[in-house]
Structure formats: C-alpha cells, structure tokens
C-alpha cells in the first residue's frame, strides 16, 4: 500500500518561509519523480514543482520559481518543497505526488499515480 504524507504547512505572514515535507512508503520512491501541487478552493490541481529520481532534475511553475525550491532524500524516502518569499497568492492546500519512473518534466497531474492528503499553506497580507 502506497502512502504518502505531508507535513509542514502552517500560517504565515506574507515574506515568510515555510517547509513541507512528505514522506512516503510501499513504492521504490528512488525510481519515481516526484511532484508538487497545488489546489485554490474550487479550482483543479496545478503543478508547483517536481524532481527527477535522482533529484538531479527539477522543474518549476513559473509563479514560483526563485522563490520555491524542490528537493528530495532518497535515503529518507522524503520529498521537500522550501517556500521562500511566500505570497498571498500562494495561499492553497499543497498536495505531493507520486509519478513516473525516471525523469518526467511535464505538469500533467494524470501522469501521477499517488496523492498525499494535502496540507495547507495561508499566506496572510
């Protein structure tokens, strides 16, 4: 059974940092990308980040990038999204996920197989 679950979100005011973490289990997590998304209330899921298996490769939103970065520990089986500069905007529930093997530079969220719960993030003004 393959599981996974985040951690990290909070209240925080506009500029501030946050960290979410998602650890997983029941997959061979070093042989899958991994991914970052996002979800506005009524609105579908949108992709925020992800990283390759190794972690060598990493792709970002353009709203986030220079200021969010993605990286993961393999060895801990844990994904990592550090949130800089944060934003009102970026107030949203933040879900990881679980995609194909190797290297997947798009941002489809049909090409993940696995969902964490989410977690959420308020940015406030």
């Known amino acids: 059974q393959v599981q996974l679950v985040e951690s990290g979100g909070g209240l925080v005011q506009a500029g501030g940092s946050l960290r979410l973490s998602c650890a997983t289990s029941?997959?061979?997590?070093?042989?899958?990308?991994m991914g970052w998304f996002r979800q506005y209330p009524g609105k579908e899921r949108e992709f925020v980040a992800s990283?390759?298996?190794?972690?060598?490769?990493?792709y970002y939103a353009d709203s986030v990038k220079g200021r969010f970065t993605i990286s993961r520990d393999n060895a801990k089986n844990t994904v990592y999204l550090q949130m800089n500069s944060l934003k009102p905007e970026d107030t949203a529930a933040y879900y990881c996920?679980?995609?194909?093997?190797?290297?997947?530079?798009?941002?489809?969220?049909?090409?993940?197989?696995?969902w964490g719960h989410g977690t959420q993030v308020t940015v406030s003004s």
């Open positions: 996920a679980s995609g194909p093997a190797g290297t997947y530079s798009g941002t489809s969220s049909g090409r993940y197989d696995y």
């Open positions: 990283v390759s298996d190794s972690g060598r490769n990493t």
């Open positions: 029941g997959r061979t997590f070093s042989v899958y990308t």
